[in-house]
Protein backbone atom coordinates (compact mmCIF):
# COMPACT_ATOMS: atom_id res chain seq x y z
CA UNK A 1 0.00 0.00 0.00
CA UNK A 2 1.52 3.25 -1.18
CA UNK A 3 0.52 7.14 -0.95
CA UNK A 4 -1.64 7.69 -3.83
CA UNK A 5 -0.38 11.59 -4.63
CA UNK A 6 3.26 10.75 -3.97
CA UNK A 7 2.78 7.69 -6.36
CA UNK A 8 1.34 9.78 -9.25
CA UNK A 9 3.69 12.23 -8.74
CA UNK A 10 6.69 9.85 -8.87
CA UNK A 11 5.93 7.78 -11.54
CA UNK A 12 4.88 11.05 -13.82
CA UNK A 13 8.20 12.06 -13.56
CA UNK A 14 9.52 8.81 -14.30
CA UNK A 15 7.81 9.08 -17.17
CA UNK A 16 9.23 12.53 -18.85
CA UNK A 17 11.79 11.77 -21.55
CA UNK A 18 13.87 15.08 -19.32
CA UNK A 19 16.46 13.61 -16.98
CA UNK A 20 16.81 14.85 -13.47
CA UNK A 21 17.77 12.75 -10.15
CA UNK A 22 14.71 11.80 -8.41
CA UNK A 23 14.91 12.23 -4.55
CA UNK A 24 12.37 10.56 -2.10
CA UNK A 25 13.04 12.70 1.39
CA UNK A 26 11.63 11.52 4.76
CA UNK A 27 11.84 9.94 7.86
CA UNK A 28 11.49 6.35 8.38
CA UNK A 29 8.66 4.17 8.10
CA UNK A 30 6.63 6.18 5.80
CA UNK A 31 6.64 3.94 2.66
CA UNK A 32 9.55 5.59 0.35
CA UNK A 33 11.17 1.89 -0.03
CA UNK A 34 7.60 0.61 -0.45
CA UNK A 35 6.67 2.92 -2.90
CA UNK A 36 9.99 3.29 -5.30
CA UNK A 37 9.96 -0.77 -5.21
CA UNK A 38 6.17 -0.64 -6.13
CA UNK A 39 6.91 1.72 -8.98
CA UNK A 40 10.06 -0.21 -10.02
CA UNK A 41 7.53 -2.97 -10.77
CA UNK A 42 5.45 -1.35 -13.16
CA UNK A 43 8.31 0.20 -15.18
CA UNK A 44 8.86 -1.19 -18.92
CA UNK A 45 12.06 -0.94 -18.84
CA UNK A 46 15.62 -2.36 -16.39
CA UNK A 47 15.52 -1.41 -13.03
CA UNK A 48 18.32 -1.86 -10.65
CA UNK A 49 17.41 -1.39 -6.29
CA UNK A 50 20.27 -1.34 -3.90
CA UNK A 51 19.98 -0.18 -0.20
CA UNK A 52 23.08 1.22 1.69
CA UNK A 53 21.35 0.20 4.75
CA UNK A 54 22.29 -3.36 3.58
CA UNK A 55 25.84 -3.07 3.35
CA UNK A 56 28.12 -2.86 6.75
CA UNK A 57 30.20 -0.03 5.34
CA UNK A 58 28.81 1.13 1.87
CA UNK A 59 30.69 4.00 0.52
CA UNK A 60 31.89 5.22 -2.84
CA UNK A 61 32.95 2.03 -4.71
CA UNK A 62 29.88 0.25 -3.57
CA UNK A 63 28.04 3.13 -4.93
CA UNK A 64 30.06 2.86 -8.18
CA UNK A 65 29.41 -0.61 -8.12
CA UNK A 66 25.72 -0.29 -8.14
CA UNK A 67 25.61 2.20 -10.69
CA UNK A 68 28.08 -0.06 -13.23
CA UNK A 69 25.28 -2.35 -12.90
CA UNK A 70 22.73 0.06 -14.18
CA UNK A 71 25.01 1.21 -17.13
CA UNK A 72 25.56 -2.63 -18.07
CA UNK A 73 21.50 -2.81 -18.56
CA UNK A 74 21.95 0.43 -21.00
CA UNK A 75 24.58 -1.04 -23.04
CA UNK A 76 21.85 -3.97 -24.22
CA UNK A 77 19.54 -1.00 -24.94
CA UNK A 78 17.03 1.09 -23.21
CA UNK A 79 16.53 2.96 -20.59
CA UNK A 80 17.54 1.81 -17.00
CA UNK A 81 15.95 3.27 -13.87
CA UNK A 82 18.78 3.09 -10.57
CA UNK A 83 17.46 3.28 -7.13
CA UNK A 84 19.52 4.21 -4.10
CA UNK A 85 18.09 3.70 -0.67
CA UNK A 86 19.28 5.47 2.49
CA UNK A 87 21.46 7.07 0.19
CA UNK A 88 22.75 9.59 3.58
CA UNK A 89 24.61 6.52 4.98
CA UNK A 90 27.58 6.88 2.52
CA UNK A 91 29.68 9.08 3.13
CA UNK A 92 30.53 11.78 0.70
CA UNK A 93 27.60 10.97 -1.32
CA UNK A 94 26.61 13.66 -3.40
CA UNK A 95 30.12 14.12 -4.81
CA UNK A 96 29.91 10.77 -6.29
CA UNK A 97 26.59 10.88 -7.43
CA UNK A 98 27.66 14.76 -9.38
CA UNK A 99 30.82 12.49 -11.09
CA UNK A 100 28.75 9.49 -12.18
CA UNK A 101 25.55 11.53 -13.46
CA UNK A 102 27.94 13.70 -15.09
CA UNK A 103 29.51 10.81 -17.08
CA UNK A 104 26.17 9.44 -17.84
CA UNK A 105 25.27 12.81 -19.57
CA UNK A 106 28.15 13.50 -21.38
CA UNK A 107 27.68 9.68 -22.84
CA UNK A 108 23.89 10.22 -23.55
CA UNK A 109 23.61 7.24 -21.45
CA UNK A 110 19.49 6.14 -20.38
CA UNK A 111 20.31 6.20 -16.89
CA UNK A 112 17.59 7.49 -14.79
CA UNK A 113 18.27 7.56 -10.59
CA UNK A 114 16.36 7.54 -7.76
CA UNK A 115 17.92 8.25 -4.47
CA UNK A 116 15.84 7.53 -0.98
CA UNK A 117 17.03 9.15 1.92
CA UNK A 118 16.11 8.90 5.81
CA UNK A 119 17.56 12.12 7.14
CA UNK A 120 15.86 15.01 5.04
CA UNK A 121 18.48 17.72 6.53
CA UNK A 122 21.77 15.59 5.80
CA UNK A 123 20.63 14.72 1.90
CA UNK A 124 18.93 18.52 1.40
CA UNK A 125 22.48 19.33 2.34
CA UNK A 126 24.31 17.02 -0.18
CA UNK A 127 21.87 18.19 -2.64
CA UNK A 128 22.94 21.78 -2.49
CA UNK A 129 26.82 21.55 -2.26
CA UNK A 130 27.32 19.17 -5.33
CA UNK A 131 23.83 18.90 -7.69
CA UNK A 132 22.24 22.10 -7.54
CA UNK A 133 20.28 22.20 -10.76
CA UNK A 134 20.45 18.00 -11.20
CA UNK A 135 17.81 17.24 -9.38
CA UNK A 136 14.07 17.19 -7.54
CA UNK A 137 12.55 16.37 -4.45
CA UNK A 138 9.45 14.89 -3.44
CA UNK A 139 8.72 14.44 0.42
CA UNK A 140 7.43 11.64 1.70
CA UNK A 141 5.58 12.12 4.78
CA UNK A 142 3.71 10.72 8.06
CA UNK A 143 1.01 9.44 6.81
CA UNK A 144 -2.25 11.21 6.73
CA UNK A 145 -5.77 10.96 9.04
CA UNK A 146 -7.73 9.95 5.43
CA UNK A 147 -4.73 7.80 4.24
CA UNK A 148 -4.95 5.76 7.70
CA UNK A 149 -8.38 5.86 7.32
CA UNK A 150 -8.74 4.22 3.65
CA UNK A 151 -5.46 1.98 4.54
CA UNK A 152 -6.01 0.25 7.96
CA UNK A 153 -9.90 1.62 8.87
CA UNK A 154 -8.67 3.84 11.60
CA UNK A 155 -11.36 5.77 13.16
CA UNK A 156 -10.51 9.52 14.07
CA UNK A 157 -10.05 8.68 17.66
CA UNK A 158 -7.56 5.91 16.67
CA UNK A 159 -5.44 8.24 14.24
CA UNK A 160 -5.58 10.92 16.94
CA UNK A 161 -3.37 8.26 19.85
CA UNK A 162 -2.20 5.42 17.77
CA UNK A 163 -1.06 8.58 15.01
CA UNK A 164 0.11 7.70 11.53
CA UNK A 165 2.68 5.30 10.80
CA UNK A 166 1.50 2.55 8.81
CA UNK A 167 3.96 -0.54 10.08
CA UNK A 168 2.48 0.25 13.17
CA UNK A 169 -0.81 -0.21 12.10
CA UNK A 170 -1.66 -3.82 12.66
CA UNK A 171 0.13 -3.66 16.37
CA UNK A 172 -3.00 -1.41 17.74
CA UNK A 173 -4.88 -4.16 19.07
CA UNK A 174 -2.18 -4.43 21.75
CA UNK A 175 -1.24 -1.12 22.49
CA UNK A 176 1.76 -2.36 24.49
CA UNK A 177 3.84 -3.82 22.32
CA UNK A 178 2.60 -1.22 19.98
CA UNK A 179 4.14 1.32 22.09
CA UNK A 180 7.37 -0.80 22.36
CA UNK A 181 7.55 -0.94 18.38
CA UNK A 182 7.37 3.24 18.41
CA UNK A 183 9.60 3.21 21.04
CA UNK A 184 12.20 0.86 19.95
CA UNK A 185 12.26 0.03 15.93
CA UNK A 186 11.30 3.62 14.83
CA UNK A 187 12.08 6.35 17.74
CA UNK A 188 15.52 4.94 19.07
CA UNK A 189 16.12 3.16 15.52
CA UNK A 190 15.99 6.99 13.81
CA UNK A 191 17.71 8.75 16.28
CA UNK A 192 21.06 6.13 16.20
CA UNK A 193 21.08 5.99 12.83
CA UNK A 194 19.89 8.96 10.78
CA UNK A 195 20.89 11.40 13.89
CA UNK A 196 23.60 9.95 15.84
CA UNK A 197 25.52 8.47 13.62
CA UNK A 198 25.38 10.96 10.97
CA UNK A 199 25.85 14.50 12.40
CA UNK A 200 27.91 15.91 14.60
CA UNK A 201 26.11 14.90 18.31
CA UNK A 202 28.32 15.99 21.61
CA UNK A 203 25.64 15.30 23.94
CA UNK A 204 24.01 12.35 22.90
CA UNK A 205 21.96 11.82 25.61
CA UNK A 206 20.56 15.71 25.90
CA UNK A 207 19.43 15.06 22.11
CA UNK A 208 17.35 12.28 23.88
CA UNK A 209 15.89 14.18 25.91
CA UNK A 210 14.76 16.75 24.02
CA UNK A 211 12.78 14.81 21.80
CA UNK A 212 10.89 13.37 25.23
CA UNK A 213 10.50 17.07 26.68
CA UNK A 214 9.38 18.00 22.79
CA UNK A 215 6.87 15.06 22.86
CA UNK A 216 6.04 15.81 27.05
CA UNK A 217 5.06 19.61 25.83
CA UNK A 218 3.74 19.26 22.33
CA UNK A 219 1.39 21.97 21.64
CA UNK A 220 2.98 24.02 23.80
CA UNK A 221 5.57 27.37 23.76
CA UNK A 222 8.53 26.59 25.67
CA UNK A 223 11.92 29.16 25.29
CA UNK A 224 15.25 27.41 25.03
CA UNK A 225 16.32 28.75 28.10
CA UNK A 226 13.13 26.87 29.86
CA UNK A 227 14.43 23.92 27.81
CA UNK A 228 17.65 24.08 29.67
CA UNK A 229 16.23 23.90 32.81
CA UNK A 230 13.94 21.39 32.73
CA UNK A 231 16.98 18.95 31.06
CA UNK A 232 19.49 20.29 33.99
CA UNK A 233 21.80 21.44 31.30
CA UNK A 234 23.68 24.21 31.49
CA UNK A 235 24.60 24.01 27.68
CA UNK A 236 24.21 26.91 25.88
CA UNK A 237 20.87 27.22 24.01
CA UNK A 238 22.56 27.09 20.02
CA UNK A 239 23.09 23.56 20.91
CA UNK A 240 19.05 23.11 21.66
CA UNK A 241 18.64 25.03 18.47
CA UNK A 242 20.66 22.76 16.36
CA UNK A 243 19.43 19.24 18.17
CA UNK A 244 15.70 20.81 17.50
CA UNK A 245 16.44 20.96 13.79
CA UNK A 246 17.90 17.61 13.32
CA UNK A 247 14.97 15.95 15.09
CA UNK A 248 12.82 17.89 12.70
CA UNK A 249 14.87 16.63 9.53
CA UNK A 250 14.44 13.44 10.92
CA UNK A 251 10.41 13.76 11.09
CA UNK A 252 9.91 13.35 15.12
CA UNK A 253 10.19 17.09 16.29
CA UNK A 254 9.37 20.15 15.24
CA UNK A 255 9.80 23.72 16.47
CA UNK A 256 7.22 26.42 15.17
CA UNK A 257 8.25 30.07 15.21
CA UNK A 258 6.59 33.19 16.31
CA UNK A 259 4.50 35.45 13.69
CA UNK A 260 6.06 38.26 14.01
CA UNK A 261 5.52 40.08 10.30
CA UNK A 262 9.24 40.27 10.37
CA UNK A 263 11.91 37.42 9.47
CA UNK A 264 14.64 38.84 12.37
CA UNK A 265 12.00 38.87 14.90
CA UNK A 266 10.86 35.25 13.94
CA UNK A 267 13.99 33.42 14.07
CA UNK A 268 14.56 34.80 17.92
CA UNK A 269 11.03 33.55 19.27
CA UNK A 270 10.65 31.28 21.69
CA UNK A 271 9.53 27.68 19.24
CA UNK A 272 5.97 26.20 19.71
CA UNK A 273 7.18 22.57 20.14
CA UNK A 274 5.29 19.79 17.82
CA UNK A 275 5.35 16.09 17.56
CA UNK A 276 5.48 15.12 14.33
CA UNK A 277 3.30 12.12 14.79
CA UNK A 278 0.36 11.43 17.58
CA UNK A 279 2.18 8.27 18.22
CA UNK A 280 5.36 9.89 19.10
CA UNK A 281 3.46 11.78 21.98
CA UNK A 282 1.88 8.73 23.23
CA UNK A 283 3.95 6.17 23.01
CA UNK A 284 6.36 8.02 25.22
CA UNK A 285 4.68 7.82 27.63
CA UNK A 286 2.57 5.05 29.94
CA UNK A 287 -1.39 6.33 29.56
CA UNK A 288 -3.47 3.88 27.73
CA UNK A 289 -5.99 5.08 25.10
CA UNK A 290 -8.47 5.29 27.49
CA UNK A 291 -6.60 7.03 29.96
CA UNK A 292 -5.79 9.81 26.81
CA UNK A 293 -9.69 9.93 26.10
CA UNK A 294 -10.77 10.40 29.61
CA UNK A 295 -8.75 13.59 30.26
CA UNK A 296 -10.17 16.30 28.31
CA UNK A 297 -6.78 18.88 28.57
CA UNK A 298 -4.26 15.90 27.99
CA UNK A 299 -6.75 14.61 24.94
CA UNK A 300 -7.18 18.23 23.37
CA UNK A 301 -3.27 18.53 23.13
CA UNK A 302 -3.61 15.10 21.20
CA UNK A 303 -6.08 17.35 19.06
CA UNK A 304 -3.75 19.94 18.90
CA UNK A 305 -0.86 18.67 17.68
CA UNK A 306 -2.77 16.32 14.82
CA UNK A 307 -3.53 19.80 13.55
CA UNK A 308 0.13 20.85 13.78
CA UNK A 309 2.21 17.99 11.97
CA UNK A 310 -0.86 18.18 9.50
CA UNK A 311 -0.50 21.57 8.29
CA UNK A 312 3.50 21.29 9.29
CA UNK A 313 3.03 18.45 6.77
CA UNK A 314 0.99 20.24 4.08
CA UNK A 315 2.96 23.01 3.77
CA UNK A 316 5.87 21.55 2.50
CA UNK A 317 6.79 21.95 -1.00
CA UNK A 318 4.23 24.81 -0.81
CA UNK A 319 5.40 28.59 -0.29
CA UNK A 320 3.29 28.89 2.94
CA UNK A 321 4.69 29.53 6.32
CA UNK A 322 3.41 28.00 9.30
CA UNK A 323 3.77 29.84 13.15
CA UNK A 324 1.69 30.39 16.23
CA UNK A 325 1.24 33.73 17.78
CA UNK A 326 1.09 35.06 21.68
CA UNK A 327 1.19 38.16 23.22
CA UNK A 328 1.20 37.35 27.10
CA UNK A 329 -1.79 35.29 27.98
CA UNK A 330 -3.44 35.62 24.37
CA UNK A 331 -2.55 33.08 22.01
CA UNK A 332 -3.32 32.22 17.91
CA UNK A 333 -2.56 28.31 17.94
CA UNK A 334 -1.41 28.03 14.30
CA UNK A 335 -0.82 31.24 11.49
CA UNK A 336 -0.85 30.19 7.75
CA UNK A 337 0.98 33.06 5.72
CA UNK A 338 1.67 33.36 2.10
CA UNK A 339 2.44 36.52 0.69
CA UNK A 340 -0.53 38.96 1.98
CA UNK A 341 -2.42 35.99 3.01
CA UNK A 342 -2.89 35.75 6.53
CA UNK A 343 -4.91 32.72 8.55
CA UNK A 344 -5.84 32.35 11.81
CA UNK A 345 -6.48 29.17 13.38
CA UNK A 346 -8.27 28.18 16.91
CA UNK A 347 -8.38 24.26 17.81
CA UNK A 348 -10.31 23.29 20.40
CA UNK A 349 -11.43 19.83 21.05
CA UNK A 350 -14.84 20.38 22.70
CA UNK A 351 -17.16 22.77 23.84
CA UNK A 352 -16.02 26.26 23.36
CA UNK A 353 -16.70 30.08 24.36
CA UNK A 354 -18.14 31.79 22.29
CA UNK A 355 -15.29 34.70 21.98
CA UNK A 356 -11.61 34.25 21.33
CA UNK A 357 -9.50 36.98 22.14
CA UNK A 358 -6.07 35.47 20.82
CA UNK A 359 -7.65 36.38 17.56
CA UNK A 360 -9.02 39.50 18.23
CA UNK A 361 -6.42 40.60 19.46
CA UNK A 362 -3.76 38.68 16.94
CA UNK A 363 -6.44 41.18 14.12
CA UNK A 364 -5.44 43.98 15.91
CA UNK A 365 -2.00 43.61 15.18
CA UNK A 366 -1.93 42.13 11.39
CA UNK A 367 -4.25 42.13 8.63
CA UNK A 368 -5.94 39.12 8.77
CA UNK A 369 -7.57 37.37 6.07
CA UNK A 370 -9.46 34.33 8.05
CA UNK A 371 -10.29 33.48 10.88
CA UNK A 372 -10.86 29.61 11.60
CA UNK A 373 -11.66 27.59 14.37
CA UNK A 374 -11.62 23.58 14.40
CA UNK A 375 -13.32 21.58 16.30
CA UNK A 376 -16.11 21.91 18.55
CA UNK A 377 -18.46 24.38 17.04
CA UNK A 378 -16.24 25.12 14.75
CA UNK A 379 -14.74 23.09 11.15
CA UNK A 380 -15.23 19.27 12.04
CA UNK A 381 -11.63 17.98 12.62
CA UNK A 382 -11.94 15.29 10.27
CA UNK A 383 -12.46 17.74 7.46
CA UNK A 384 -10.24 19.60 8.20
CA UNK A 385 -7.33 16.82 8.11
CA UNK A 386 -8.60 15.99 4.85
CA UNK A 387 -7.97 18.94 3.17
CA UNK A 388 -4.08 20.78 2.65
CA UNK A 389 -3.43 23.85 3.83
CA UNK A 390 -4.02 25.87 0.82
CA UNK A 391 -7.55 25.45 1.51
CA UNK A 392 -7.91 27.47 4.38
CA UNK A 393 -6.13 30.23 3.23
Given at each position: ???????????????EPRRF??????????????????????????????????????????????????????????????????????????????????????????????????????????????????????????????????????????????????????????????????????????????????????????????????????????????????????????????????????????????????????????PKLLA????????????????????????????????????????????????????????????????????????????????????????????????????GTGIP?????????????
Open positions: MVKRKIFETFALRLRIQVIAGPRQTGKTTLVQYVLGLAEGTTHYASADAVLSAGAIWLEQQWEIARQSVRKGGETILAIDEIQKISNWSETVKKLWDEDTAQARNIKVVLLGSAQLLVQKGLTESLAGRFEVLHATHWSYPEMRDGFGFSLEEFLFFGGYPGAAALVGEENRWRLYVRDTLVETTISKDVLLLANIHKPALLRNLFLLGCAYSSQQLSFQKMAGQLQDVGNTTTLAHYLQLLQSAGLLAGLPKYAGQLVRQRSSSLNNALMTAAGNFSFREWRDQPERWGRLVETAVGNHLQQSVLETRIGLYYWNDRNLEVDFVLAAGDRLTAIEVKSGRTPSAFPGIAAFAAHFRVTRKLLVGLAEFLAAPAEAWL
